[in-house]
């Protein structure tokens, strides 16, 4: 007689592709089924290698800079979002342009313009270097300045205590986040809230997910690639949250055998811009191995999607969607 297994994978949800990158890898594959290839996109649609390398193979042309694509092409932008400069850029080489844009990155750009034409001080709390912030910056230079974490608040100057506010990228930890917000409030304490949250609903669920699961886990897989800010965050949620251990892998065969030793409970999660198909992938991996038994840990269930960017939609749409506008 063989003692039952109790080895078991916890199934984080909702995980994997949010409205956003739902919207914009779906762009991406209509512009190229209806201009043909090459689709020029300015950037990483998302950051997920597996969707950039698929949809490379498919026709379309990742570049940094719209400065690579020749004049007169079709050019699609990212979901992470764009500064006016990059718009003003695309126009004057006469580029055809999409914008993938989430709209929920496109919301804190209108807040960011909103608070820089009331003359606010916009602290923008994200990332370094990330194309999110760079585009949200881009739409009022002049009034934002970024906060990492808080460990950077004691060095931030404004003009008017009385007269901030502060903005954020959208894939941060929550619980980071506020503990910069905290510092930050303390210095300023008239500091004005975002008008709603700028950490979005995917983001948000994702990180409620995989606490639910991190403490009965020895080990949390997280199906993201490395410059996923939202995948690395569920990595960190992970371990703050009790995983015994936890790593980023962008597919089944990133896994370390060694990792598995001793282990019991595997809790599994994947990023906003992962396919679901990765995560069947370290299913299928795990199973192999004896970890059969899938049990799924739902904190919420998701329903909102966006329509496609106006350029992908048919012409009698777009004269509804600008009529309703
Ligand atoms: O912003 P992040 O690095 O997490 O980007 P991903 O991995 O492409 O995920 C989608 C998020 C996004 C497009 C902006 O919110
Ligand atoms: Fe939009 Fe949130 Fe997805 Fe980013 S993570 S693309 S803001 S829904």
Redesign the pocket.
């Known amino acids: 007689m063989t003692a039952a297994s109790s080895k078991r994978v916890l199934l984080a949800k909702p995980r994997g592709y ?4 739902d919207r ?1 890898v779906e762009a991406v594959e209509q512009a190229l089924e209806q201009h043909g290839p090459p689709v020029y996109v300015r950037k990483q649609i ?1 950051h997920n290698v597996h969707v950039v390398e698929t949809l490379t193979e498919r026709g379309a042309v990742f570049v940094d800079d719209a400065d690579e694509v020749p004049e007169g092409a079709l050019v699609v932008f990212s ?2 979002g764009v500064s006016p400069t990059v718009r003003d850029q695309a126009k004057q080489r006469e580029l055809r342009t999409i914008d993938a844009t ?4 496109t919301k804190v750009h209108h807040e960011a313009k909103r608070f820089a034409r009331e003359d606010y001080d916009i602290l923008l709390v994200g990332h370094h270097g990330h194309e ?1 912030v760079e585009g949200t910056a881009g739409e009022a230079p002049e009034h934002i300045q970024l906060v990492e974490t808080a460990a950077d608040v004691a060095a931030v100057e404004v003009r008017d205590p009385e007269k901030v506010v502060w903005l954020s990228q ?2 941060l930890s929550v619980d980071e986040t506020m503990e910069t917000v905290r510092a930050l409030r303390e210095r300023f304490p008239s500091l004005q809230n975002p008008p709603s949250d700028d950490i ?4 948000q669920n994702r990180q409620v997910a995989v606490k639910a699961m991190a403490g009965h886990c020895d080990l949390v897989l997280v199906v993201g690639s490395k410059n996923s800010s ?1 995948s690395v965050r569920l990595v960190e949620v992970a371990l703050s949250a009790g995983a015994g251990a936890a790593h980023l892998i962008d597919y089944a065969r990133d896994i370390d055998e060694s990792w598995l030793d001793g282990v019991e409970t595997i809790g599994l999660t994947s990023g ?2 992962v396919p679901e198909v990765l995560v069947r992938g370290v299913l299928e991996f795990l199973s192999e191995r004896g970890w059969a038994d899938v049990e799924e840990v739902t904190t919420a269930e998701e329903t ?1 999607t966006f329509s496609l960017p106006r350029e992908l939609r048919p012409a009698r749409n777009r004269q509804e969607s600008r009529a309703g506008s």
């Open positions: 949010c409205a956003g990158v914009a998302v979901a992470h989430c709209p929920l990155v999110e959208t894939t979005c609903y995917a983001t939202n906003a811009s909102l």
